[in-house]
């Protein structure tokens, strides 16, 4: 009986062990682009002809994650959360970094000054684009001109050019409802393929020229708005208002071809200003800031690869599975792996406005202005397991108070 009773036991103890260690499963499945936000909402909207085609291809086969008798932590009100406004889609304009951005600096004006406000994206991404057409023009055609940004750029525009609310400049015209900056990417694009065909190095030319098609597009932005009454400079709304201080906010992240503790730059095409102010730290400190952060009741702009099998617009989760790399060896070693072979890019930017402990593992509440957050039942939110930040998400934007952790130890 003894011997009976020890077998039984092994048998419970292997059976246990088997079922917490279930292996994630492929699956393939057809997703019906017909019935997408993106296509019902936004390609009704902004009747683009490129758009059109690709409306065409109303479902396609996609590789995905058996979920199948999975539940996952998607009750928003069971998050503890940072205020933020309230989720807008960015249109197809290609320009989640300052929709990220710009919702992190709505919460944090709260944080600070009490006051609910809704700022422009768009005045930050038209001076983007003057600045980056003017050092295209410095580096003679070397400098990488498309929509993707960084997300501590705008705190670069907000101290040059300051900001407004949206309502004062929402940069779409003639009653559309979605931004839509296709064919006015394509023509400044084109214009200066051109300038350097000829080598036409006019700076001024190519700013007035470049201003003159983002006027033509996304409207002229204002120079002075009005607001209680008083009228003042998009500067002045910046410092006497809002009450940023964008020197008070740093960007990090974790990778493991630059010294830690130390300033670095991080390489990729969208950082076309070779912005070398990230401090990068250990991937320990990286996961301990981000959650220390939002325990404290930070919130984050936060960049990288949500182009993975594990990132579901139908269950609107973000979790690497098994089948990817099991849990246990998500390190310093496979989330650079994934970096220096470039299947991590930065290619989306969201805002991390909660999180919820479950069973000890963080669940980060997501913000996010991609038209496929607006395909599921939370319109403009996706859940994230602590386990896909720590491989993918590349980049984070953050109070310093925040990080002040992680600052003292760097900064003697």
């Known amino acids: 009986m003894k011997k009976a009773g020890s077998v039984i036991f092994i048998l419970i103890a292997i059976t246990a062990f088997g079922q917490s260690k279930i292996k994630d499963?492929?699956?393939?499945?057809?997703y019906d682009f017909s019935k997408s936000f993106y296509y019902t909402s936004i390609l009704k909207d902004v009747q683009d002809q490129e758009d059109k085609k690709a409306g065409e291809k109303k479902a396609r086969t996609i590789l995905s994650v058996d979920f199948t008798g999975k539940s996952f932590p998607t009750k928003i009100d069971e998050y503890k959360t940072v205020w933020h406004g309230k989720p807008v889609s960015q249109g197809n304009?290609?320009?989640?970094?300052?929709?990220?951005?710009?919702?992190?600096?709505?919460?944090e004006v709260k944080r600070?000054?009490?006051?609910?406000?809704k700022l422009s994206e768009i005045y930050t991404v038209y001076w983007e684009y003057v600045e980056r057409a003017r050092d295209y023009v410095k580096t003679r055609g070397e400098t990488y001109f498309a929509e993707g940004s960084e997300a501590?750029?705008?705190g670069i525009i907000y101290e040059k050019y300051g900001i407004v609310p949206e309502k004062?400049?929402?940069?779409?015209?003639?009653?559309?409802?979605?931004?839509?900056?296709?064919?006015?990417?394509?023509?400044?694009?084109?214009y200066l393929e051109k300038v350097k065909e000829n080598g036409a190095w006019n700076e001024e030319e190519v700013v007035k020229t470049i201003k003159s098609i983002l006027d033509y597009h996304i409207g002229t932005p204002p120079t002075e708005i009005t607001v209680d009454g008083k009228k003042m400079t998009p500067l002045q709304y910046l410092n006497d208002v809002l009450s940023l201080k964008i020197g008070d906010y740093y960007s990090f992240m974790s990778i493991k071809n630059a010294k830690y503790d130390q300033k670095s730059e991080l390489i990729e095409a969208d950082n076309w200003r070779h912005y070398d102010d990230y401090y990068n730290v250990s991937l320990d400190d990286y996961m301990t800031l981000i959650k220390e952060a939002v325990d404290k009741g930070f919130s984050i702009s936060i960049c990288?690869?949500?182009?993975?099998?594990?990132?579901?617009s139908e269950f609107e989760v973000a979790v690497i599975p098994s089948y990817d790399i099991p849990s246990e060896y998500i390190n310093e070693d496979s989330r650079m792996y994934r970096l220096e072979n470039k299947t991590t890019t930065d290619d989306h930017c969201i805002h991390l406005v909660g999180y919820k402990v479950v069973d000890g593992i963080y669940w980060f509440l997501m913000?996010?202005?991609g038209a496929g957050a607006f395909d599921g039942p939370n319109k403009g939110y996706y859940f994230f397991h602590e386990d896909f930040i720590k491989l993918k998400m590349m980049?984070?934007?953050?109070?310093?108070?925040?990080?002040?952790?992680?600052l003292d130890k760097i900064i003697k």
């Open 25 to 30: 499963k492929v699956r393939f499945k057809e």
């Open 93 to 107: 304009a290609g320009t989640c970094w300052c929709f990220s951005a710009t919702s992190f600096f709505e919460s």
């Open 112 to 117: 600070i000054s009490g006051k609910e406000v």
């Open 152 to 154: 501590a750029f705008a």
């Open 168 to 190: 004062d400049y929402s940069g779409k015209l003639n009653g559309r409802k979605h931004h839509s900056h296709r064919e006015m990417v394509e023509e400044m694009t084109k």
């Open 304 to 312: 990288g690869d949500i182009s993975e099998p594990g990132h579901d």
């Open 367 to 369: 913000k996010d202005s």
């Open 395 to 406: 980049n984070i934007l953050i109070h310093k108070d925040a990080a002040r952790k992680v």
